[in-house]
């Protein structure tokens, strides 16, 4: 009796398999959370052994912050790509598309990471610390929108910083209600004035024309 032949395994270049592992310990962030993230988790999720995914990050601790650094770094280039991607969008155009987006529905399951994130952060010194670092990155990239936005003469403000950080806590509030599943008429949270709210304070921040930003997105 032969036996039958075992299929050849390939083994991945490091950093193209550290770069798998990621990206799919961001995935299950983002579908379920950031409790959901361990080594054996990962590892059944890509068909390997837990002590391969331990050989590239020993603590689990260290798997959560890299994932959700990941996965909130590919959302905000998504959502706020840097300015040399975006020559043919005027700054308003691009403003509108990011709060029109980041505080609709299809961005729902990133205010969730997000708020999730906020709250294991509490726990979890190094997920803090990349919370922390990831708002930064944030914050420097919309305001450098707002500069942009005021050298073009779109917007006027002479604190970008903080029309940055007023949109940005504003964005913050609206999302603190990620995990409200109501799609009831009648819930206070779907009133019309909380879905324009962002728009709203970034119109006000920047002496735009109230409702421009909503048009702009369209």
């Keep these: 009796m032969t036996s039958r032949p075992q299929a050849a395994r390939t083994r991945k270049p490091p950093g193209e398999r550290r770069a798998e592992i990621l990206h799919t310990a961001a995935r299950?962030?983002?579908?379920?959370?950031?409790?959901?993230i361990t080594l054996r988790r990962v590892a059944d999720e890509l068909g390997v052994r837990p002590g391969l995914i331990g050989h590239y990050f020993p603590a689990a601790d260290d798997l959560v912050s890299e994932a959700f650094a990941h996965a909130a770094a590919q959302e905000r280039e998504a959502l706020l790509p840097p300015g040399t991607h975006e020559a043919d969008r005027s700054p308003t155009a691009r403003l509108a598309g990011f709060l029109v987006r980041l505080t609709g529905a299809d961005c729902l399951d990133l205010s969730r990471l997000w708020l999730n994130a906020r709250h294991?952060?509490?726990?979890?010194?190094?997920?803090?610390?990349?919370?922390?670092?990831?708002?930064?990155?944030?914050?420097t990239a919309l305001t450098g929108l707002v500069e942009e936005g005021v050298r073009r003469g779109e917007f006027r403000t002479d604190d970008p910083l903080g029309a940055a950080l007023h949109i940005l806590v504003t964005v913050d509030g609206l999302g603190a209600y990620a995990n409200d599943d109501s799609d009831s008429d009648?819930?206070?949270?779907?009133?019309?004035?909380?879905?324009?709210?962002?728009?709203?304070?970034?119109?006000?921040?920047?002496?735009?024309?109230p409702g421009l930003l909503r048009a702009a997105a369209i």
């Design 28 to 36: 299950i962030a983002l579908d379920e959370g950031l409790e959901r």
């Design 120 to 139: 294991l952060s509490r726990f979890k010194p190094g997920l803090r610390a990349t919370v922390r670092e990831q708002e930064s990155l944030t914050r």
């Design 186 to 209: 009648s819930d206070d949270l779907n009133h019309p004035a909380l879905q324009d709210l962002a728009l709203s304070v970034a119109e006000h921040r920047l002496a735009l024309t």
